[in-house]
């Protein structure tokens, strides 16, 4: 059913009725958000009237609006990027057939927040340490500098297959010490993939939040243990991004 | 250090976020409701994909060698020479080093009315690429056209 000139409506994210208050920031579009409520759920949305957003400038719109409304309550975090018909449809077909589900999530999540520790390699370090420790990648590399960039190609390549390799081996042990220590002060931790070739660890951990001195400390005694290796960053409190994992299927009823 | 605690010296706090610290939750996570999303998200394809750009390539190889092909072997024995201390001292050390494909976006998405880090991490990218342009640019921007071609 295509619908000409038809605004529709951005969602943010959910949360308890109960902890409805404003959200003064714009949202995407710098249009002002609002909330459609239903059965004690809360959806923070708002109008939309382009069928195409820049991504790059909405999604800091994304961001804010969900910063904002978690300083002072649970939210669960929408996708990026979700859009519905109207105001009637964020009701029956997100809030009303998801409303069991949304509460339990939004109680298993409240009281506690999101916590993130990345790790970068100090690049040099981390490459001297390879270079120091493996045999074969000292060897091949003595070989490399002898070749021209044409005649070395594959044994390049080669080389920083057998780096690689070392590097995914240091993240393993890394990451391995992390959770170790982690974890135990955590309710509960999710790993995912490094973002750059130099990443060490990429962590998010969700801690309840009268606990979160306790996770502190922890983090800070692994920051003096990795000393200068691992550049440490730990960012927080967020919103449970990783933590409000749900599939809403739209099922039959699918809006197409 | 005249005051030795175990956590290191001060006491430790999450950092508040700068969008750039979290752009790749926000990309990937969240309640999904597929059915529903019409919206196109211009620029999106350039946000993920770059996102996820750690994978192992024919270009994260080739990086790496260029990088271990790099290393002076000599200052390894003198455990932190002078000139080592020297440039850590002054260039902030891991970070302006250890950026990788991700401080390009980075530097789209965060404006001038961001917090502290990020304007860090546009300091460092402009550093980088107005010096010729280091391996890890290059690395990233080749593998971008290459897919989107």
């Known amino acids: ?256 | 250090m005249a005051v030795a605690r175990p956590t290191g010296g001060y006491l430790e706090r999450p950092r508040p976020s700068g969008l750039a610290d979290v752009v790749d939750v926000i990309l990937d996570k969240g309640l999904v409701i597929d059915a529903f999303v019409r919206v196109s998200l211009i620029g999106i394809e350039i946000l993920t994909i770059d996102a996820r750009i750690v994978i192992a390539s024919v270009d994260t190889y080739l990086r790496f060698a260029e990088a271990v092909n790099r290393l002076d072997l000599v200052q390894e024995d003198q455990s932190q020479g002078l000139p080592e201390l020297m440039e850590s001292m002054t260039s902030g050390g891991a970070e302006s080093k250890t950026k990788g494909a991700l401080s390009g976006i980075k530097e789209a998405l965060t404006g001038d009315d961001d917090e502290d880090d990020d304007d860090k991490e546009k300091s460092s990218s402009r550093r980088r690429s107005s010096s010729s342009g280091s391996s890890s640019s290059r690395s990233s921007s080749r593998s971008r056209s290459r897919k989107s071609s």
């Open chain 1, 1 to 256: 059913m295509p619908q000409d000139n038809h605004a529709s409506v951005y969602v943010y994210g959910v949360l308890s009725g109960a902890d409805l208050a404003g959200v003064s920031v714009g949202g995407v579009e710098g249009a002002e958000v609002r909330t459609v409520e239903h059965a004690g759920l809360g959806a923070l949305v708002s109008t939309l009237s382009a069928d195409a957003l820049a991504a790059a400038r909405e999604l800091r719109a994304h961001w804010r609006v969900l910063e904002e409304a978690s300083k002072g309550a649970t939210v669960l975090p929408v996708r990026f990027g979700t859009v519905m018909e109207s105001d009637a449809a964020v009701r029956e077909r997100l809030l009303e057939p998801n409303a069991e589900r949304l509460t339990e999530l939004l109680g298993e999540l409240a009281g506690r927040v999101q916590l993130n520790v990345k790790g970068d390699y100090d690049e040099e370090r981390l490459l001297r340490d390879v270079v120091r420790t493996s045999p074969q990648v000292g060897a091949l590399r003595e070989r490399v500098r002898t070749l021209s960039d044409a005649a070395g190609y594959y044994d390049r390549i080669r080389l920083g297959e057998l780096v690689a390799a070392e590097v995914a081996a240091r993240r393993q042990q890394d990451e391995g010490l992390m959770l170790a220590r982690l974890e135990p002060v955590a309710v509960a931790a999710r790993t995912e993939p490094v973002s750059s070739q130099t990443g060490a660890f990429n962590l998010a951990f969700l801690v309840e939040s009268k606990e979160v001195d306790q996770f502190s400390a922890a983090v800070g005694a692994l920051r003096a243990e990795l000393g200068e290796r691992v550049e440490l960053r730990y960012v927080g409190p967020l919103p449970p991004y990783s933590f409000a994992e749900a599939d809403l299927g739209a099922g039959a009823e699918a809006w197409a």
